[in-house]
């Protein structure tokens, strides 16, 4: 209890750089009100986390608001828990009965594959998260390729291999390029595409050999798509799924689609380049892979988010994987247009009521686009004092997430990880809605700052700049 007041408050009481413009929507015990509100724990400290606490603190139905670990963005809303181990249930379920927690919201995958959910579930807890079964969707890619093909889902040709000789064997029949995968969780690193046959060998050889740990214990060979992507995010609850609006992310590091992978360089939603033929297609597969989670090896307990990583091949929307879980940045853009109540929602999803899940839309535009630390994906710094959040939020329509920040010693806000903060503008147009993120991103600074200068700018030039016919 001590450690999380000092956190809040030094949400509340830190200085210029620190002061999280929020500071006010945080509840303290003393203030918290009793009746049919309800304490909501949040597990996970990104930038999706804090859109998610963000959201969730703005209905009246919020009373305290838990994240773990959270991060110096969610300091200014919510009680920051930063020693709670959010991948062991047990821990987790004594502080939901600790602080009369009724809600636990799960943001990233590694609680919900080791069966965080389950547990809860188990013990009565409204939990909005797939159990581990559920889970299992993301956390081995040959499990959701099966479930793909069981339920005629559209996807990539691939096989999977146990013996290194075996998918060396194997690769010459899938053509170049190559998609090599690791099978388990590997924190959006353990995909690589190989171009030349050598590079094929070596990402197979360095899988088994333990690049992505027990993750690239099995390798996953996949026939190599072609197309723009696109997020599809839906809530599902008995078998039902409620679309959200499609976002695109960025993948790639930098300008033109050049450099390493990261967790994604920005994000913007709705997604022009897809047609009213493919989102209907794409909804109709969400409707399915939903449909399934309610049949057997499931039960009725893929209740949260399925998220669907869609390519728009010539062939037609095709999947490239299942998330179990909200989409990072992609939350950050599709929160701020839901105009329902998402402690509503949630409580719907995570009690098995579908018929009580409404979802409506305001129909602005929303661009995110990521400032991250200089280096980043690869090595890093930490620490450098960051300024301007709160010009940067005067823009009208823009709101700063924030990933990987904290406080230092002196109170200030300091860089924490390798993507920082996630500035988010909404706008009546897309032009208009990337005007003010760039203009927000101006404003704010930080040692190293760096950022693409062209989220969107490729879904404003139209589909042909994929190489694929509008
Ligand atoms: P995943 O973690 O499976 O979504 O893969 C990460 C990224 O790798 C995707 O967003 C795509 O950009 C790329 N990718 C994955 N699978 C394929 C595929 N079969 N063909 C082409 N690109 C792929
Ligand atoms: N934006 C990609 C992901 O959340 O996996």
Not at 98 to 115: F, H, K, R, S, Y
Request: proline share 5%; aromatic share 6%; hydrophobic share 45%.
């Amino acid at each position: 209890m001590a450690e999380m007041k000092q956190v809040t408050e030094a949400g509340l009481t830190g200085g210029r750089a620190v002061c999280p413009s929020k500071a006010s929507a945080v509840k303290s015990a003393s203030q918290s009100r009793k009746g049919s509100f309800v304490n909501i724990l949040v597990l996970g400290g990104g930038g999706r986390e804090h859109a998610l606490a963000w959201a969730l603190a703005k209905s009246p139905q919020c009373d305290q608001l838990f994240v773990a670990p959270g991060n110096g963005g969610t300091a200014g809303l919510a009680r920051n828990i930063a020693t709670l181990d959010i991948e062991n249930g047990a821990a987790v379920l004594g502080f939901v009965r600790d602080n009369e927690v009724g809600l636990v919201v799960i943001g990233p995958e590694a609680p919900l594959v080791a069966g965080v959910a389950d547990v809860l579930r188990e013990a009565g807890v409204a939990t909005f998260g797939p159990d581990a079964q559920g889970a299992l969707l993301e956390g081995s890619k040959t499990y959701s390729k099966q479930f793909m093909d069981n339920n005629k889902i559209p996807t990539a040709r691939y096989e999977s291999f146990i013996q290194e000789q075996a998918a060396l064997d194997a690769l010459e029949a899938f053509g170049l390029p190559v998609v090599i995968k690791a099978d388990g969780l590997a924190a959006g690193k353990g995909v690589i595409i190989a171009e030349t046959a050598e590079a094929a060998q070596d990402a197979v050889k360095c899988c088994f050999a333990g690049a992505f740990g027990e993750a690239g214990n099995t390798v996953v060979i996949e026939e190599c798509l072609t197309g723009p992507e696109c997020s599809l995010l839906a809530f599902v609850s008995n078998g039902q799924a409620f679309c959200m609006e499609p976002a695109q992310d960025h993948k790639r590091a930098f300008d033109g689609d050049l450099g390493p992978n990261t967790g994604g360089m920005g994000v913007y939603t709705p997604v022009p380049i897809v047609s009213e033929e493919e989102l209907a297609t794409m909804k109709a597969v969400m409707r399915k892979a939903a449909a399934a989670t309610a049949q057997p090896p499931f039960s009725h307990d893929y209740r949260g988010v399925l998220y669907g990583g869609f390519m728009l091949t010539p062939q037609g929307p095709k999947v490239l994987e299942f998330n179990a879980r909200f989409g990072d940045p992609e939350t950050q853009v599709i929160l701020p247009r839901l105009e329902s109540d998402l402690v509503e929602v949630m409580q719907a999803v995570a009690l098995g009521r579908p018929d009580d899940i409404g979802l409506s839309w305001s129909d602005e535009w929303a661009v995110c686009v990521v400032l991250a630390s200089e280096g980043y994906p690869g090595a890093y710094e930490k620490g450098k004092v960051i300024l301007g959040i709160d010009e940067a939020e005067a823009i009208p329509g823009v709101t700063v997430f924030h990933a990987g920040t904290a406080q230092n010693t002196d109170g200030e806000l300091i860089t924490a990880g390798g993507r920082v903060l996630n500035v988010v503008a909404l706008g009546p147009s897309f032009e208009a809605a990337r005007e003010r993120a760039y203009e927000a991103c101006s404003l704010i600074n930080f040692e190293g700052k760096q950022y693409r200068s062209d989220i969107g700018k490729r879904a404003a030039a139209g589909r042909v700049a994929w190489g694929v016919e509008a």
